[in-house]
């Protein structure tokens, strides 16, 4: 038979019980968050570094260069760095200064934005002389500028500050590459 009990004998129950119960939870939010937090220091020798080579994530090359990561469509082995061998820009032209470009593919224009964005004081679109679109209008004579067109014929030259890319996303991740310094052979 069970005794009956008082309305304050269940009370101090009820609380005895939240309290405990709290108390389980917050530990196993500590518990959980410095487990997070200390994930990464055991695994501190699995970083990879340029000496280690680029990889695959799945969607990138991802290489590391002076302690950033530089993602890119194509690897090095890949591209051919035939077109770009005349190309005397490198990341010093670009480092600090405002980058214009004028692209007519959304995927180059991603690779040099993610590329280049964290070197420049700031990126944003244009239009190499005269367009219909609402961004502003440059020639090669102020701040750099890079004008890629998607075509079959692949070449790259340079005119002042601008470097002209015509072919496809292989020839602007050359491009890339040579300007970073990376793997150019």
């Not at 440059?138 to 890319?165: D, H």
Request: with cysteine; hydrophobic share 35%; net charge negative.
């Amino acid at each position: 038979m069970q005794k009956i009990k008082t309305a304050s004998t269940l009370a101090l129950a009820e609380q005895r019980r939240r309290r405990v119960g709290g108390i389980v939870i917050i530990t196993l939010l500590l518990l959980s968050t410095a487990g997070f937090a200390l994930n990464g220091v055991g695994n501190s020798g699995n970083n990879v570094s340029q000496d280690d080579g680029p990889f695959y994530n799945g969607q990138y090359w991802i290489y590391n260069l002076a302690g950033q990561q530089y993602s890119f469509t194509n690897s090095a082995e890949e591209v051919d760095f035939g077109a770009v061998s005349g190309l005397q820009k490198n990341l010093a032209d670009f480092s600090g200064n405002q980058i214009y470009i004028d692209s007519n593919s959304n995927a180059a224009l991603q690779e040099i934005y993610l590329n280049l964005g964290r070197h420049a004081g700031r990126i944003g679109e244009a239009c190499y002389g005269s367009c219909e679109k609402d961004l502003p209008e440059k020639t090669c004579s102020a701040e750099p500028m890079i004008v890629v067109r998607i075509s079959e014929q692949q070449s790259v030259r340079e005119e002042q500050n601008c470097i002209f890319i015509d072919g496809d996303l292989k020839i602007v991740d050359a491009v890339l590459y040579k300007i970073l310094g990376i793997n150019t052979n």
